[in-house]
């Protein structure tokens, strides 16, 4: 049985944790040059062009952007639910292609996915104590039905759904939204993860509760040194979450800034971004820091099918200069705290 009161700062490999800032460990998960192309009577979609992300131990990587910029398939291709169709995946240093059934099986377990809907996750005729003791048996966790409970109910309150005894033999439909996703949360922490992959886990949910998971998986993050691929279309949740960590902005398959959290939200420097952040900055009067307002050349987002030349920004660039934006892709290239895909901002 895996001790649970053994924190990851105490597993064997790189010390994490709150340390001098987000290079102080090195990855335990890489998505390396990925590319994804979905073939469809429309043409080839690339729904992911050459996108490089590393996840740490017990820090959380914060990918934002909007709806249909790649988000979920960047995370189902690092959570292995999809193989990328050029570049690398590498858990703990290795391309998880060339892994054998053993490793793979590791990196099932270490690598675990939460989706956005956990009442589509879980089954609904499975009693939560039957849902979170399923993967604790296959993967030999426990030994009786008895430890087996105990176990299970320990997770539900590492993840707050307590007490655990009144929640073990509900049924997904008798809890509410909040609840399911906690079951969905614990599920994944019963496999003791190196790295959860949560995908728009909180957006379905009311203010008050999203907050209170945040927190909940705020604690897992520092207690158990878990590593987090944190998706969220929501700069404020991603503001909430990943202040300590990282935030990469995606913007139709590529990463166009990608930077410590603070320095991003606080000043963010890609004419994306911006936009991204007067987008929220209604709700979130924090956000707008009485920066003015960017005006975006035109509000329509062009076909992954029939990508712009150039910058894929350059049709709603407020900053757009004919040149280079319209016939150069501007790399992912280091500025002075932070990568940006720009001509004009080179954040140096
Ligand atoms: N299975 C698929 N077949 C065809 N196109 C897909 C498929 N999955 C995603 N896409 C397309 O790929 C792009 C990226 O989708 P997705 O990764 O789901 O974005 P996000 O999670 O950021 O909303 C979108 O244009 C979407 O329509
Ligand atoms: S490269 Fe040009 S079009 Fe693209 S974001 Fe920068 S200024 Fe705008
Ligand atoms: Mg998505």
Same mark, same amino acid.
Request: charged share 20%; hydrophobic share 35%.
């Given at each position: 049985m895996i001790d649970r009161t053994v924190p990851a700062t105490q597993r064997p490999g790189p010390a994490h944790g709150?340390? *001098?800032?987000?290079?102080?460990?090195?990855?335990? $998960?890489?998505?390396q040059g990925v590319h994804q192309v979905f073939r469809t009577p429309r043409g080839d979609v690339p729904a992911v062009a050459g996108v490089d992300l590393d996840v740490r131990p017990g820090r959380v990587l914060c990918l934002v952007g909007e709806s249909g910029c790649?988000? *979920?398939?960047s995370a189902r291709m690092a959570?292995?639910?999809?193989?990328?169709?050029q570049g690398s995946v590498l858990f703990r240093g290795r391309d998880v292609a060339g892994m054998d059934r053993r490793e793979r099986s590791d990196f099932r377990r270490s690598v675990q996915f939460i989706h956005q809907d956990p009442y589509?996750? $879980?089954?609904p005729v #499975? *009693?939560?104590?039957? *849902? !979170?003791?399923?993967?604790?048996?296959?993967?030999? $966790?426990?030994?009786?039905?008895?430890?087996? #409970?105990?176990v299970t109910a320990e997770l539900l309150e590492r993840v707050d759904l307590t007490p655990a005894e009144e929640h073990l033999d509900k049924y997904p439909h008798q809890m509410s939204g909040g609840q399911r996703q906690r079951v969905a949360v614990a599920r994944a922490l019963a496999m003791n993860p190196e790295v959860i992959i949560a995908d728009e886990s909180t957006s379905m949910l009311d203010v008050s509760i999203r907050v209170s998971l945040l927190n909940t998986l705020g604690k897992l993050r520092d207690e158990l040194g878990v590593g987090? $691929?944190? !998706?969220t279309h929501d700069l404020a949740v991603a503001k909430y979450f990943a202040w300590d960590g990282e935030i990469a902005v995606m913007y139709l398959g590529r990463v166009v800034e990608h930077g410590p959290t603070p320095r991003v939200v606080n000043d963010p420097q890609h004419p994306y971004t911006k936009a991204l952040i007067?987008?929220?900055?209604?709700?979130?009067p924090d956000l707008a820091h009485g920066r003015e307002r960017i005006r975006l050349r035109s509000s329509e987002i062009p076909e992954l099918t029939d990508l712009p030349p150039g910058c894929d920004f350059h049709p709603r660039c407020p900053l757009y200069e004919q040149g280079d934006c319209d016939s150069v892709r501007p790399p992912l290239v280091p500025g002075r705290d932070r990568l940006l895909a720009c001509h004009v901002v080179n954040g140096g």
């Open positions: 709150h340390g *001098t800032g987000p290079g102080d460990a090195s990855p335990v $998960l890489s998505l790649g988000k *979920t398939t959570a292995g639910l999809a193989g990328p169709a589509a996750s $879980l089954n #499975r *009693t939560v104590y039957s *849902t !979170i003791s399923a993967g604790l048996r296959r993967h030999g $966790l426990v030994g009786d039905r008895r430890e087996a #409970r105990r987090f $691929l944190f !998706i007067d987008a929220v900055c209604e709700p979130d």
